[in-house]
């Protein structure tokens, strides 16, 4: 069990779908991250908001939009995505200058 | 960007020690993170170092010189549930929340 809860635990959906990825913490960490790991590979950071504002975008496809609506909740909605875009989409969350901490994510099949 | 690398594969017999060497070259270095992943869970955080030496925690040791761009991850007394991949990450000081993880290494242990 984790302290930083993410829905849905799988997601499947077609190119043409709109969804949303949630997560929520109640540590009263004011950063939270998306990250994005494919299959025997480490997670790669997509977005940072400190703060509830959006801190680092890692060039990433305006298919995904993070949306961050208070310091206890981060959205990512998905839009028109790509078979490649299938992987474990992890939420994490810190205090400044502490360890990250991470959900169990969400496990996404674009068909 | 940062370049670090860790080991693959590491097999060790249960009971046993298993030391995870890993060295990075980064500018600005402010912290380096192990976290243990097991196949299809999210990443569980173990350890951090900021400053050289060891950080003991239970049956986990890091140890961390900054001079050589070098730590490692201890596994004492070695457990059947600790099969896992073990991912090292360095933060730099020109973003306190990005944190670049090597490519992991998957440790098997046998009975």
């Known amino acids: 069990d984790t302290e930083v809860t993410q829905t849905p635990k799988h997601l499947v959906m077609g190119m043409t779908n709109k969804k949303s990825l949630k997560c929520e913490q109640h540590m009263g960490h004011r950063a939270m991250y998306w990250y994005k790991q494919k299959a025997k590979k480490p997670p790669e950071l997509m977005f940072v908001?400190?703060?509830?504002?959006?801190?680092i975008n890692e060039s990433v496809p305006s298919r995904f939009s993070p949306e961050c609506p208070n310091s206890s909740l981060l959205n990512l909605h998905l839009h028109a995505l790509q078979p490649e875009d299938s992987a474990l989409y992890l939420c994490a969350s810190s205090h400044l200058n502490q360890p990250q901490h991470f959900g169990d994510g969400t496990r996404l099949s674009i068909l | 960007g940062q370049n670090i690398d860790q080991p693959t594969e590491m097999t060790a017999t249960e009971g046993a020690i298993v030391q995870i060497n890993c060295t990075y070259q980064t500018s600005g270095f402010n912290g380096l993170f192990w976290y243990q992943q097991h196949a299809g869970e999210a990443p569980t955080f173990l350890s951090y170092?900021?400053?050289?030496g060891l950080e003991e925690k239970g049956r986990f040791s890091s140890f961390l010189s900054r001079s050589k761009g070098y730590s490692y991850l201890l596994l004492k007394e070695l457990q059947m549930k600790d099969s896992a991949s073990y991912l090292c990450?360095?933060?730099?000081?020109?973003?306190?929340?990005?944190?670049?993880f090597g490519a992991g290494t998957t440790v098997t242990v046998r009975a």
């Open positions: 170092n900021v400053l050289d």
């Open positions: 908001y400190s703060y509830e504002k959006l801190s």
């Open positions: 990450a360095v933060r730099t000081r020109s973003n306190d929340y990005k944190l670049s």
